[in-house]
């Protein structure tokens, strides 16, 4: 069988994006579902409150291509544009986020193209989240497809934020006032806070339950 990589131009139309990205984020989102059953067999415990996916419209593709200078064509979506497909995996702490990186990481069949670590290192407007580019492979009758796939990790009170973010972000279309910005970045910092507290707060409730 044919082993491709997806950047090539074994895919020619926007129906054959649609089914290998489909098809890779239906792989790890069945991946992150078993490993948080395993997880909770093993430590009694979910990491993992919920999963969303999506794939990106062909009208925001092709914004994007523009944006940076390329033609709108299939091949160039699928050479240029990493975040085709998108994975959010929200968790409830802070630790839950590296916990689920480090399983994604060890599974045989995907392959960490970057990391970007938006949580030790965050964005100046405050964003925070942990992303991982990944390649999956996609077996078709004929060939083999590397997909890749975007996956954002972030807690429940990070989401809560970057929603706000997004949704002020269109509002004023990138230029918001600078209050409104400069309040972001405060809230972003009350997040923190609120996430290092929660933390703090299960482990002491987790050695209560250890000493009973």
């Given at each position: 069988?044919?082993?491709?990589m997806?950047?090539?131009?074994?895919?020619?139309?926007?129906?054959?994006?649609?089914?290998?990205?489909?098809?890779?984020?239906?792989?790890?989102?069945?991946?992150l579902?078993?490993?948080?059953?395993?997880?909770?067999?093993?430590?009694?415990?979910?990491?993992?409150?919920?999963?969303?996916?999506?794939?990106?419209?062909?009208?925001?593709?092709?914004?994007?291509?523009?944006?940076h200078?390329?033609?709108s064509?299939?091949?160039?979506?699928?050479?240029?544009?990493?975040?085709?497909?998108?994975?959010?995996?929200?968790?409830?702490?802070?630790?839950?986020?590296?916990r689920?990186?480090?399983?994604?990481?060890?599974?045989?069949?995907?392959?960490?193209?970057?990391?970007?670590?938006?949580?030790?290192?965050?964005?100046?407007?405050?964003?925070?989240s942990?992303?991982?580019?990944?390649?999956?492979?996609v077996?078709?009758?004929?060939?083999?497809v590397?997909?890749?796939?975007?996956?954002?990790?972030?807690?429940?009170?990070?989401?809560?934020?970057?929603?706000?973010?997004?949704?002020?972000?269109?509002?004023?279309?990138?230029?918001?006032?600078?209050?409104?910005?400069?309040e972001?970045?405060?809230?972003?910092?009350?997040?923190?806070e609120?996430?290092?507290?929660?933390?703090?707060?299960?482990?002491?409730?987790?050695?209560?339950?250890?000493e009973?």
């Amino acid at each position: 069988m044919e082993h491709t990589m997806g950047a090539d131009n074994q895919i020619e139309t926007w129906q054959e994006v649609t089914l290998v990205y489909n098809s890779a984020l239906k792989q790890i989102n069945t991946k992150l579902e078993v490993l948080n059953d395993e997880f909770q067999h093993v430590h009694q415990y979910n990491p993992i409150e919920h999963i969303k996916s999506r794939i990106k419209t062909p009208e925001s593709i092709v914004k994007k291509l523009k944006r940076h200078g390329y033609e709108s064509d299939i091949e160039n979506m699928v050479r240029y544009v990493n975040d085709i497909a998108g994975i959010r995996v929200i968790c409830s702490f802070t630790s839950d986020i590296y916990r689920i990186a480090e399983m994604i990481r060890l599974q045989n069949d995907i392959h960490v193209v970057t990391v970007k670590d938006y949580i030790r290192n965050p964005k100046p407007s405050g964003y925070k989240s942990y992303h991982m580019l990944v390649t999956v492979p996609v077996f078709l009758s004929d060939r083999t497809v590397e997909v890749k796939v975007e996956i954002q990790i972030r807690t429940v009170a990070m989401d809560f934020w970057a929603s706000l973010e997004h949704k002020i972000k269109y509002k004023f279309e990138g230029n918001a006032p600078e209050h409104v910005k400069n309040e972001l970045v405060e809230c972003s910092r009350m997040v923190s806070e609120l996430d290092q507290r929660m933390q703090e707060l299960n482990e002491e409730i987790k050695g209560f339950a250890m000493e009973a």
